[in-house]
């Protein structure tokens, strides 16, 4: 069982509000990473960070920011929330950009 | 562009049974990694075979790799019904330092 944690792990929430998403990791892993994911469909990458104070946009383009003031912190926000958001967000870690990455539960946004 | 693909979308089969999962990608890779992902999860690592190798094997799994076709299998041998969940292949592009990129996914159900 990876130590990798994400809350919530449900939400729901009206359009217009802000969201922040939270994901921590007790590996000391450097690498972190979001994905957004809908149901049955593949993961796409949307922001990762291989280090505190770095952080980059990933390959799906999306209105979220993210933090990364500390190692084992990286929280996503939704400045203000939109049906279209409605998804599954997935945090991910790893030592290496190109070895394991490890998972945490996800959140499973939906937004009214 | 998606780096790996893979086939089929869905498979269905009886306990007991062998399921074999294909993933196709198109860039040089350094590795190539499996998933495993139950409904509504988060992702958990199965096994990673290096472009330096053939096949590997984990317990009931057994992972190879053609580079020369660019495409890998994964077989689960004598599966379960807790097998049942969604498989993903994950590449890097052969860059030092890039995220992973995952395919689509294959379903599995095993039924008792």
């Known amino acids: 069982e990876a130590d990798i944690y994400q809350t919530p792990r449900y939400l729901v929430i009206g359009t217009g509000k802000k969201i922040t998403l939270e994901c921590s990791q007790t590996m000391g892993h450097d690498k972190m990473y979001w994905y957004q994911q809908d149901p049955g469909m593949e993961l796409h990458l949307i922001h990762y960070s291989y280090g505190v104070n770095s952080t980059e946009k990933g390959d799906l383009s999306s209105e979220s920011t993210v933090s990364r003031i500390r190692t084992e912190h990286f929280p996503l926000t939704l400045e203000s929330a939109r049906p279209s958001h409605t998804s599954q967000y997935l945090c991910?870690?790893?030592?290496?950009?190109?070895?394991?990455?490890?998972f945490g539960p996800g959140t499973r946004l939906l937004v009214l | 562009s998606q780096q790996g693909e893979e086939d089929p979308q869905a498979l269905s089969i009886q306990e007991g049974e062998n399921a074999t999962m294909n993933c196709s990608y198109k860039?040089?890779?350094?590795?190539l990694q499996w998933y495993r992902q139950n409904s509504g999860r988060g992702l958990v690592h199965l096994i990673l075979?290096?472009?330096?190798?053939r096949e590997k094997h984990s317990g009931r799994l057994r992972v190879t790799l053609d580079t020369s076709k660019k495409s890998s299998s994964l077989l689960i041998t004598a599966s379960r019904a807790a097998d049942t969940a969604s498989y993903f292949c994950?590449?890097?592009?052969?860059?030092?330092?890039?995220?992973?990129?995952f395919g689509k996914g294959t379903t599995l159900s095993v039924s008792s």
């Open positions: 991910a870690s790893s030592g290496n950009p190109q070895e394991t990455q490890y």
């Open positions: 075979i290096r472009s330096n190798e």
């Open positions: 994950a590449t890097d592009a052969g860059q030092a330092g890039t995220a992973l990129i």
């Open positions: 860039t040089s890779i350094n590795n």
